[in-house]
């Protein structure tokens, strides 16, 4: 079984619509993060939790939130979606910040309408 | 000025070739150092962490500039499943991860 999943894997949506991506891994990490892919971007951040008090904003938190459940489960909410929203989502888990490897689950597909 | 910069790329080359991408930072406080391989439309999976003495994991050799602030790797003997695109990270300091947009190879028969 993979360590990091994401549910949905794909998702078409439209705009104005809540939207939820979840996360769960079984590594037990405490750090987890959603960052997007676009195209020519790269990776960037959207939020990040060292536990499960921790909620920290990354550099595109704007439209998003998130709620961490359990170490285990980090949950991206889009409230409102809109159509530039559209990217590959991914969760990944690291066992300390930056000098650590962190591990992606498969990513989820996001199409707003 | 990107904070990470690679050469999109593609780097398109033979099997067997050596071939060599770079990456630029721009804040000097950068603490670590990685280059992740990510296959299309899949997640990233690191290839190997970069030390500031250099490494060498098989064909793939890693290195650090400090003094004019980028990273280097080289793949030897390229195969074709080294066809990816690789990403270059930096952190710079507490929780501060940051992605170059990555550099695409084509290996080609």
């Known amino acids: 079984d993979a360590d990091v999943t994401q549910t949905p894997r794909n998702r078409i949506t439209k705009t104005g619509k809540r939207i939820m991506l979840e996360c769960s891994q079984t590594k037990g990490h405490d750090r987890m993060y959603w960052y997007r892919q676009d195209p020519g971007l790269g990776l960037r951040l959207i939020y990040y939790?060292?536990?499960?008090?921790?909620?920290n904003k990354g550099e595109i938190s704007d439209g998003y939130s998130v709620s961490r459940q359990a170490q285990a489960k980090f949950s991206l909410s889009l409230e409102s979606a809109i159509p530039n929203q559209t990217a590959l989502y991914f969760c990944?888990?690291?066992?300390?910040?930056?000098?650590?490897?962190?591990?992606f689950g498969p990513g989820t597909r996001l199409t707003v309408l | 000025r990107k904070e990470v910069e690679q050469d999109p790329g593609p780097f398109n080359v033979p099997e067997g070739a050596t071939v060599a991408f770079n990456c630029t930072y721009s804040?000097?406080?950068?603490?670590?150092f990685f280059w992740y391989r990510q296959d299309c439309r899949k997640e990233p999976k690191l290839l190997m962490s970069v030390y500031s003495s250099g490494n060498e994991d098989g064909r793939f050799t890693a290195q650090l500039n400090r003094a004019s602030q980028y990273i280097s790797l080289l793949i030897r003997d390229s195969k074709l499943s080294d066809s990816a695109t690789y990403l270059c990270v930096v952190g710079g300091g507490y929780q501060k991860v940051t992605f170059g947009t990555g550099t695409k190879l084509q290996v080609i028969p």
């Open positions: 804040n000097s406080a950068s603490q670590s």
């Open positions: 939790s060292f536990d499960v008090k921790d909620i």
């Open positions: 990944a888990t690291s066992e300390r910040p930056d000098t650590d490897t962190q591990y």
